[in-house]
């Protein structure tokens, strides 16, 4: 009876544990194919090829969004595609003796910012320099270059000596008490200007980033260009270090507009750029051995925007970790990959079942802000998008937030569904990109886009600001502000908090369509 007992009973557990390892190996598969399971060590996926095929409705607003670049043009227009626009602000400069008629309104008005504007350029370039290819591709690629350049050669013309940069050209007072077409203003546009004295450190760091990146997208195409570029660049960082100084204390009325919070994340912003465009190993022992611990915030996840650029060097710098680089020292090396923890850091607060996810969001879209809160879904979907390419292109198979895996595909999950939400996968059904669907925001805060081309309005012309009626001309790719966060949005000229649409949320709402159009694997370098 024992021996029978024993045998029967080690049966019994043999059963039992074989059954045990097969319900904990399927546990383990079903945690693997979902999204943030526990299970580890996902196998990398296969480093995508060329370009490959074109995702139409992507390519559809891919070429919708560059558009709005168009729209937004000063100066003496060029293969002019916007029918109701025509020449503006051909004096803008005139008083010092430099022509800055070039360059972008920022949004519905026409003061032209030098801050934003040279933030669109950065994320423009950057967006060519990750995915060019594919831009290519959806055959896009020559509208982001023509915009790019349209802002660059302002930023020229704006930097006439070494430690002087014009950081807005008009009035906003004078400005917004008009309601006009830019062709036919005739108010004042006095200009604004930042030297060793009335400093703005931010301002002319900015500057320097997005004439550093542009200068390795001309790079091949035209290398007098790209040369003048970068040499605008280095001088404007050396200023902006020098002569330390917040535009917005300098200026106090920018706080009306564009308050910056400080500007050491935009010397490390330029100094990124000037490494990845030099590679002089100067710039990249200011923003790991000399200032990272002081100045990067590492461990602290931020929102990436025209006014803190740290999210944006997090990832940008997680790039040389990802891919390395040659001659950098362990200390450097140390440097860098403190900034890839913390670009994890944001991506982790982004995934939606990630347990450091935020809880910022509507149903399905970031949401932080209520004025312009497209603006920070748009940019965080666009570093999600870059670091989950990184991640395909060096076969890194995860990120682990807090315990849980997310793979490549997982993050540019993230990325595709804030930018399905604005084309209109939301509760409101409605296509934020203006001129992308059939159904889009008519009444887009925009002077030029209310007022028929061929009005004569004056100075005075707020009976269309206040109509009821469509714009009747369509701003074609602006990006308006957005939803409220219980995901409501009001159609309404007067309601500028949700309708009105600005350059610098259209630069990396490009990259994030650029990158989503189709796959293919990002350049090792950029130069």
Same mark, same amino acid.
């Given at each position: 009876m024992g021996s029978k007992y024993t045998r029967g009973c080690c049966g019994w557990l043999i059963v039992a544990?074989? +059954? /045990?390892? =097969? +319900?904990? !190996?399927? $546990? %383990?598969?079903?945690?693997?194919?979902?999204?943030?399971?526990?299970?580890?060590?996902?196998?990398? &996926?296969?480093?995508?090829? #060329? #370009?490959?095929?074109?995702?139409?409705?992507?390519?559809? /607003?891919?070429? =919708?969004? &560059?558009? %709005?670049?168009? @729209?937004?043009?000063?100066?003496?227009?060029?293969?002019?595609?916007?029918?109701?626009?025509?020449?503006?602000? &051909?004096?803008?400069?005139?008083?010092?003796?430099?022509?800055?008629?070039?360059? $972008?309104?920022? !949004?519905?008005?026409?003061?032209?910012?030098?801050?934003?504007?040279?933030?669109?350029?950065?994320?423009?370039?950057?967006? @060519?320099?990750?995915?060019?290819?594919?831009?290519?591709?959806?055959?896009?690629?020559?509208?982001?270059?023509?915009?790019?350049?349209?802002?660059?050669?302002? &930023?020229?013309?704006?930097?006439?000596?070494?430690? @002087?940069?014009?950081?807005?050209?008009?009035?906003?007072?004078?400005?917004?008490?008009?309601?006009? *077409?830019?062709?036919? $203003?005739?108010?004042? *546009?006095?200009?604004?200007?930042?030297?060793?004295?009335? #400093?703005?450190?931010? =301002?002319?760091?900015? /500057?320097?980033?997005?004439?550093? /990146?542009?200068?390795? @997208?001309?790079?091949?195409?035209?290398?007098?260009?790209?040369? =003048?570029?970068?040499?605008? !660049?280095?001088?404007?960082?050396?200023?902006?270090?020098?002569? *330390?100084?917040?535009?917005?204390?300098?200026? #106090?009325?920018?706080?009306?507009?564009?308050?910056s919070t400080g500007y050491v994340d935009e010397l490390l912003w330029a100094a990124s750029w000037l490494y990845h465009s030099t590679g002089d190993q100067t710039y990249l022992s200011y923003v790991t051995v000399q200032n990272g611990k002081t100045y990067a915030e590492w461990g602290r996840p931020t929102w990436f925007s025209w006014d803190d650029k740290n999210p944006g060097t997090q990832v940008l710098l997680s790039r040389l970790n990802f891919f390395g680089s040659k001659q950098i020292s362990n200390a450097e090396n140390e440097g860098l990959k403190s900034y890839r923890d913390t670009a994890e850091a944001v991506i982790c607060g982004l995934i939606p079942d990630s347990p450091q996810a935020t809880a910022s969001r509507t149903g399905g879209l970031i949401w932080i802000s209520g004025w312009n809160s497209l603006q920070h879904a748009t940019n965080s979907a666009f570093l999600a998008l870059v670091y989950s390419d990184y991640m395909l292109s060096t076969r890194t198979a995860e990120v682990q937030c807090s315990g849980k895996y997310y793979s490549p595909t997982d993050i540019r999950n993230f990325a595709a569904s804030q930018a399905n939400y604005i084309l209109g996968d939301n509760p409101m059904k409605l296509s934020y990109l203006v001129g992308y669907g059939s159904n889009y925001p008519q009444q887009v805060h925009h002077r030029g886009a209310s007022i028929p081309a061929d009005a004569k309005t004056g100075c005075k012309g707020f009976q269309y600001l206040h109509s009821p009626n469509p714009n009747p001309n369509v701003a074609m790719g602006a990006l308006v502000g957005g939803p409220f966060q219980n995901d409501t949005f009001v159609d309404s000229r007067d309601n500028a908090v949700q309708t009105e649409s600005s350059t610098y949320n259209s630069g990396t709402l490009v990259g994030l369509l650029s990158g989503l159009v189709t796959t293919s694997s990002v350049a090792q370098s950029f130069t």
């Open positions: 544990l074989i +059954a /045990a390892l =097969v +319900a904990t !190996a399927a $546990m %383990f598969a079903i945690m693997k194919r979902k999204p943030g399971g526990k299970g580890h060590h996902k196998k990398p &996926l296969p480093v995508p090829g #060329p #370009p490959g095929a074109i995702d139409s409705k992507y390519g559809d /607003a891919l070429g =919708v969004a &560059l558009q %709005f670049f168009q @729209v937004q043009k000063s100066g003496k227009l060029e293969n002019n595609q916007i029918p109701w626009r025509g020449d503006s602000a &051909l004096t803008d400069g005139k008083e010092a003796g430099l022509d800055l008629s070039k360059g $972008m309104y920022d !949004a519905g008005d026409h003061i032209k910012f030098t801050f934003p504007m040279a933030f669109t350029a950065t994320v423009l370039a950057w967006s @060519v320099l990750e995915y060019g290819d594919q831009m290519s591709a959806a055959k896009q690629l020559d509208p982001a270059l023509d915009a790019l350049k349209w802002i660059t050669d302002f &930023l020229i013309a704006a930097h006439p000596s070494d430690n @002087v940069l014009y950081i807005q050209v008009g009035d906003p007072d004078l400005d917004h008490n008009c309601w006009e *077409r830019p062709e036919t $203003m005739t108010e004042k *546009r006095p200009l604004t200007q930042i030297n060793k004295k009335s #400093p703005g450190s931010d =301002v002319a760091a900015e /500057a320097a980033a997005a004439m550093a /990146a542009a200068s390795m @997208v001309f790079k091949s195409s035209d290398t007098t260009y790209s040369d =003048v570029l970068l040499q605008h !660049a280095q001088k404007l960082f050396t200023f902006a270090d020098t002569y *330390r100084g917040l535009s917005s204390e300098t200026y #106090p009325k920018l706080q009306d507009f564009y308050n």
